[in-house]
């Protein structure tokens, strides 16, 4: 079996979805190519992501993309694009309604196998605080984190999630789209070129 089959497989936190609000079933979506030139770390995926089985297939995605200047058929192409969320399957929600976090037994299953799997990777685009957290090793907060993100070019650039929920942290942080996305979507365009 090869890596992404062995993901496809992985039933590891089948009990605990039973257990969530939406008691649903281990639907594991791995995003990758050992080709792969930029690598985007995200938290885990959503309702939507699970049902369509294809990673950032919702607004966010859609934000994303706009971010990055690129298009969907460059985004889903695993030979220059891997995307590596902190978890594969959708967590569920709480009885409240809310997400529930990446579990971290996927991160330490699967984490390493697969960067180990990506030799090409110049470029790593960390997705919130959970990505954040791992990647660069200390818990400062996001926007902490996204405001130094110059300490972290031109390989590294952390952002806040993609998430409409994060409207309101985008007009409240202006520098986010007039110093970051268009250095950002330079780097992208050299390590995709």
């Known amino acids: 079996m090869s890596l992404i089959e062995d993901i496809r497989a992985c039933r590891l936190c089948a009990d605990r979805f039973a257990q969530t609000a939406t008691r649903h079933s281990p639907r594991p979506v791995p995003w990758f190519q050992p080709d792969a030139r930029l690598l985007i770390v995200g938290q885990a995926p959503g309702a939507r992501v699970h049902e369509s089985g294809k990673p950032f297939t919702d607004p966010s995605g859609d934000r994303l993309r706009e971010w990055m200047g690129v ?13 590596l969320p902190m978890a594969f399957c959708f967590p569920g929600y709480n009885a409240k309604g809310s997400d529930l976090a990446p579990p971290a037994i996927c991160a330490s299953t699967w984490r390493q ?7 090409n990777v110049q470029l790593t685009l960390l997705i919130g605080g959970y990505a954040q957290k791992w990647h660069l090793g200390h818990k400062a907060g996001v926007t902490e984190t996204v405001a130094a993100w110059r300490d972290y070019a031109p390989d590294r650039f952390p952002l806040p999630h993609p998430s409409w929920r994060n409207t309101a942290w985008i007009k409240k942080n202006p520098w986010f789209a007039s110093d970051l996305l268009p250095v950002l979507r330079t780097r992208i365009k050299e390590v995709l070129e």
Request: proline share 10%.
């Open 113 to 119: 196998r697969v960067l180990d799997h990506l030799p």
């Open 71 to 83: 298009d969907p058929a460059v985004f889903y192409d695993r030979d220059q694009i891997a995307i």
